[in-house]
């Protein structure tokens, strides 16, 4: 445990950070779920909901630095690929 009082509210703020940014990542997965079983489903108009929603928590997690910007843009890709994959069958 921190003992200079910088120290005890730098610790704070890094755990309130920490929770804020978990949250973030955890809405991304849920997400990233939900399209992938309507995506498994063949569900289109339902995934082409999921895929909005999860191209926003994407770049909500890209903007807060939780992962490099090409990272998201690759992801986003791939998704967008499955969603065309179900599409043209």
């Given at each position: ?26 809405d ?10 309507t ?10 909901a999921?895929?909005r ?7 909500k ?29």
């Amino acid at each position: 445990m921190p003992q200079r009082r910088n120290a005890i509210k730098a610790l704070r703020i890094s755990k309130k950070k920490h929770l804020h940014n978990l949250q973030i990542k955890t809405d991304l997965r849920k997400a990233l779920k939900k399209f992938q079983v309507t995506i498994e489903q063949k569900n289109i108009e339902e995934a082409k909901a999921a895929l909005r929603i999860a191209f926003k928590k994407i770049d909500k997690a890209a903007k807060r630095h939780l992962f490099h910007k090409n990272t998201a843009a690759r992801r986003k890709s791939y998704l967008s690929r499955l969603l065309l994959g179900i599409t043209k069958k």
